[in-house]
């Protein structure tokens, strides 16, 4: 995996994956198990970086928030990897 560093302020920039995996039907037209395992091998991978756009839900139809959500549950089940600090939001 390649990385890049976005921003310029010494305590705010990241070193993040140049891939980035959009998540647009995640919790949506892609069930939970199979968005788990993507984001288990994105991050085995090396990946660091997650499109969660806000967007989304305009363009599946749903009410919003739904991969954020799914995201939220990954991140805390037992089973998943450790998460790049540089991942994490905040």
Request: charged fraction near 20%; charge should be negative.
């Amino acid at each position: 995996m390649k990385y890049r560093t976005i921003g310029t302020d010494p305590n705010t920039r990241r070193e993040v994956s140049m891939l980035s995996l959009g998540t647009m039907h995640f919790g949506t037209a892609t069930d939970e198990a199979t968005s788990f395992a993507i984001l288990d091998r994105y991050v085995e991978a090396g990946g660091t970086f997650i499109d969660t756009s806000g967007n989304y839900a305009f363009w599946t139809g749903s009410q919003g928030g739904e991969s954020e959500e799914l995201l939220g549950r990954w991140h805390r089940a037992p089973a998943s990897p450790t998460t790049p600090k540089d991942c994490r939001p905040g």
